[in-house]
């Protein structure tokens, strides 16, 4: 979930739009989490991350062409769009593989850290300042992170050590996002479904035998995961461009919300109590991080207005 943070002024009715993009997005975001965790059951993590890469490539062909290809693979820095692809792309796998042993509401509790761990690297990596109200907020957002693993002997299991790492991952190809900004979104789109492709695309050549069958009912779930996804961030990115950041970011946490009430309509997920104060205590440090960092800017951006 890339953020946007330049303060920009926006008509009051275009606000509301981009509020209801935002909640439609995280809603679609948290269908897709669903849809994942279904079928995963079924097919391996390759297996899916292939199918889902290659329906929204094809959706996406005709904005691709709209573009242009020289300007989709002719970029500064390609290494860093491929850092960011192949971080994508571990993050995801990640995810649905975290969400195959574990309930989505402890699933995404890691993956909304991912802000914090930004803004703890961003000093040593972007040579962002932070001040000791922000390294507050990052310490207590550690121990909810802490606290919703419960650490033990029996908590550190494979799916939440893969969980950390793929929130982990998330974080560094956030940050990577900052240093690409100037990057139009499609060509970024694209980079990241291709390292995704290319990334799922070695798992089946490394384990053939993982390749189920799949009838057209498969096919066309498969198909509509990838959909449902890329739909998630077309929304969430048209809403950071209605609404200033401030407005609807926030709203990026509904999508606790959904994973507790589908994962508890869908397949009986009842979230631990610690995962539930791990939550509010990553929740809390985030709003607090993300607002602060807005409060920071504000003055930044009234002298370049004056000047």
């Not at 993590?45 to 290659?54: F, G, K, N």
Request: proline share 5%; hydrophobic share 60%; charged share 10%.
């Amino acid at each position: 979930m890339t953020i946007q943070t330049a303060p920009i002024v926006h008509p009051a009715n275009a606000a509301r739009t981009g509020v209801l993009f935002m909640l439609l997005g995280m809603l679609m975001f948290s269908l897709n989490d669903v849809m994942g965790k279904w079928l995963v059951s079924t097919y391996s993590v390759s297996q899916l991350m292939t199918i889902r890469s290659i329906a929204a490539l094809v959706v996406l062909v005709p904005f691709f062409i709209k573009l242009g290809w020289r300007s989709l693979f002719i970029v500064d820095r390609p290494w860093l769009h491929a850092l960011r692809a192949f971080l994508f792309a571990i993050e995801a796998s990640a995810f649905y593989f975290a969400v195959a042993y574990m309930p989505l509401a402890d699933a995404m509790t890691y993956w909304l850290a991912a802000p914090i761990y930004v803004a703890a690297a961003s000093p040593f990596l972007l040579g962002e300042k932070v001040g000791w109200r922000r390294w507050t907020a990052i310490l207590i957002g550690f121990a909810g992170v802490l606290v919703a693993l419960e650490p033990s002997a029996q908590s550190f299991s494979m799916p939440a050590l893969i969980a950390l790492a793929g929130s982990a991952c998330f974080a560094f190809a956030l940050l990577l996002g900052r240093t690409l900004r100037s990057t139009p979104d499609t060509t970024l789109i694209l980079w990241q479904l291709t390292g995704a492709l290319i990334f799922s695309l070695a798992g089946v050549a490394a384990n053939p035998a993982g390749w189920a069958p799949m009838d057209l009912r498969g096919v066309l779930c498969l198909c509509l995961l990838g959909i449902v996804a890329m739909l998630a961030h077309v929304l969430v990115s048209r809403s950071l461009k209605l609404a200033d950041a401030a407005t609807v970011v926030p709203l990026q946490y509904t999508l606790l919300f959904w994973a507790v009430v589908f994962g508890w309509i869908f397949f009986g997920d009842t979230p631990r109590w610690t995962v539930v104060a791990g939550a509010v205590l990553i929740v809390a440090s985030g709003l607090f991080i993300f607002f602060r960092e807005q409060q920071l800017k504000k003055p930044r951006s009234e002298v370049t207005e004056v000047v």
